[in-house]
């Protein structure tokens, strides 16, 4: 490129950026800046703010309500007396449906957590009732009822809780015991078990065999040799009703215990029981305690149950078809 062109061209981008630099401090000379005094109170020379009017777009319009503004409701102060009146009800009131049932209701907390007598006694109520899953009948008792005793296929009570069904078999010693010792195809064989609680046969058994066996003996029904099968479960009675024929089986078995009662009996009857007897057929006479159905009373039952039974040849549903 030429030279001469190139330095022209220099110039004039010089010349032209000196002239705007000129330009620019001429226009802030012009500007004067305003000067504040201290001792008063606007500023010299100071802008004036231009005070802006806003006019409203629209109208607005205002009605008046027919509703008269609510009032604040006020609480009449409750007096201490009030008070203690509805917590005396309360507590007559629970105590009447404590009365009512044995269930624990009403009994109260203290903070988060139920109070230390409540909690006491539902310990001790549920180590009655593991020691009488674990416990075991008296043998007074059974000599006392001249019972003999035999035991079925379990081997100890923790087999026995695991595997019911080897609770419904007799071991083989003992189905020969039972051969040798019972009495054949009587009408009524009667069977005690400790089940599921030893405690209910310790309490009731005695009281209830001696008043089922007088019962039959007044209605004169044939009663065949009663004995005790150390842990056994409902179901045995069918092989019962196989080896001896009985018109009846009865069997006398501790119920699972709860936390209101360990010590609940359960008769279960059932009308020529065999092996594989549905349940529809048993019936049970349950909750025999001294909270609940009286042994007594429980066993003069049973006797009027079973006349009822062999006059109809039927147990269970069938028995109520028929008595239709």
């Known amino acids: 490129m030429n030279e001469q062109l190139i330095e022209q061209i220099t110039k004039m981008v010089v010349e032209k950026l000196q002239m705007s630099n000129v330009n620019t401090n001429s226009q802030d000379k012009n500007q004067e800046q305003p000067m504040i005094n ?3 109170n606007e500023p010299v020379n100071s802008i004036a703010e231009a005070k802006v009017t806003s006019t409203p ?39 009447e449906l404590r009365k009512k049932t044995p269930s624990r209701i009403a009994v109260g907390r203290a903070g988060s957590r139920p109070k230390t007598n409540t909690w006491l006694q539902f310990r001790f109520d549920h180590a009655a009732a593991v020691d009488a899953v674990y416990g075991e009948v008296p043998q007074e008792i059974l000599d006392r009822l001249n019972f003999f005793q035999v035991h079925t296929r379990v081997q100890d009570k923790e087999e026995y809780i695991r595997r019911p069904d080897l609770g419904r078999r007799l071991s083989d010693e003992s189905k020969k015991m039972v051969l040798e010792k019972c009495k054949r195809s009587p009408k009524v064989q009667i069977v005690a078990s400790n089940g599921l609680s030893a405690k209910a046969l310790e309490e009731n058994l005695e009281d209830v065999y001696l008043s089922l066996e007088q019962s039959l003996k007044n209605l004169n029904i044939d009663l065949g040799t009663t004995f005790y099968v150390d842990k056994g479960r409902v179901a045995l009675m069918d092989e019962i009703g196989e080896l001896l024929q009985p018109d009846v089986v009865i069997i006398l078995i501790g119920e699972r215990p709860g936390l209101l009662s360990a010590e609940s009996l359960s008769a279960y009857i059932c009308y020529k029981p065999r092996v594989g007897t549905i349940e529809a057929d048993r019936m049970v006479v349950s909750n025999i305690h001294k909270g609940g159905i009286p042994a007594v009373e429980a066993g003069a039952y049973l006797g009027t149950l079973i006349q009822k039974i062999l006059k109809y040849e039927a147990s269970g549903v069938s028995l109520v078809k028929k008595e239709g």
């Open 38 to 40: 201290l001792y008063q």
């Open 57 to 95: 777009v629209g109208e607005v319009k205002f009605y008046q309500s027919n509703e008269a503004p609510k009032k604040l409701e006020e609480k009449t102060p409750v007096s201490k007396k009030t008070v203690s009146l509805n917590d005396e009800k309360k507590e007559s009131y629970l105590a």
